[in-house]
């Protein structure tokens, strides 16, 4: 099993950057998945980007191509997601997320964190 625990939101203007962190416990952690969610109010809760076991795979949802970079550093056990450009629409609280499987573009996963607003302003 493994713990979550994001950091780094915040209040940013629009074109604003952020970075997200996101610590997990446990010694296996470059067993897992590690992926980035978002959920805004009233709205669903949708993937944002997810990176393989190594940090050398990652998969994008469309809406952040170019914008958001996630990474991993693996002898910390933390998972990242830089965060360039931000516009509105990506406000929302961002959650860590991790999985065994190694599918990088299906959605399901084991454990989540608590989450990180991230709001920013027009």
């Known amino acids: 099993q493994v713990q979550l625990v994001e950091s780094g939101g915040g209040l940013v203007q629009a074109g604003g950057s952020l970075r997200l962190s996101c610590a997990a416990s446990g010694r296996t952690f470059s067993r897992y998945t590690m992926a980035w969610f978002r959920q805004a109010p009233g709205k669903e809760r949708e993937f944002v980007a997810a990176v393989s076991r190594s940090g050398n795979s990652q998969y994008y949802a469309d809406f952040v191509k170019g914008r958001f970079t996630v990474s991993r550093d693996n002898a910390k056990n933390t998972v990242y997601l830089q965060m360039n450009s931000l516009k509105p629409e990506d406000t929302a609280v961002y959650y860590c997320?991790?999985?065994?499987?190694?599918?990088?573009?299906?959605?399901?996963?084991?454990?989540w964190g608590q989450g990180t607003q991230v709001t920013v302003s027009s």
């Open positions: 997320a991790a999985k065994q499987s190694t599918w990088l573009d299906r959605y399901e996963y084991d454990y």
